[in-house]
């Protein structure tokens, strides 16, 4: 992904950690909470099996479309 894409969907994966705070349930691996950023980045990875910044650029609009479905159906 471009610098430029790749900054974009940072900033969005940012906005939908900031959603998700305190949304998530809890989990016996996380006493103190779950952390909503590492969670949709984490979600992101394993989708398209690379790092958003790895995901080629004609897959940009699916990423988002795939962040935007995480923040409404939180696990």
């Not at 471009?2 to 969005?12: F, G, P, R, T, V």
């Not at 998530?24 to 984490?42: C, E, I, M, S, T």
Request: glycine share 4%; charged share 30%.
């Amino acid at each position: 992904m471009n610098k430029e894409n790749a900054s974009k969907l940072w900033k969005i994966i940012q906005e939908a950690g900031d959603y998700l705070k305190g949304q998530l349930p809890d989990h016996p691996n996380h006493p103190k909470g779950r952390n909503p950023y590492a969670h949709v980045a984490l979600c992101v990875k394993e989708k398209f099996n690379a790092t958003y910044k790895n995901i080629p650029d004609e897959k940009l609009d699916e990423v988002i479309n795939f962040i935007e479905f995480l923040k409404h159906h939180p696990n």
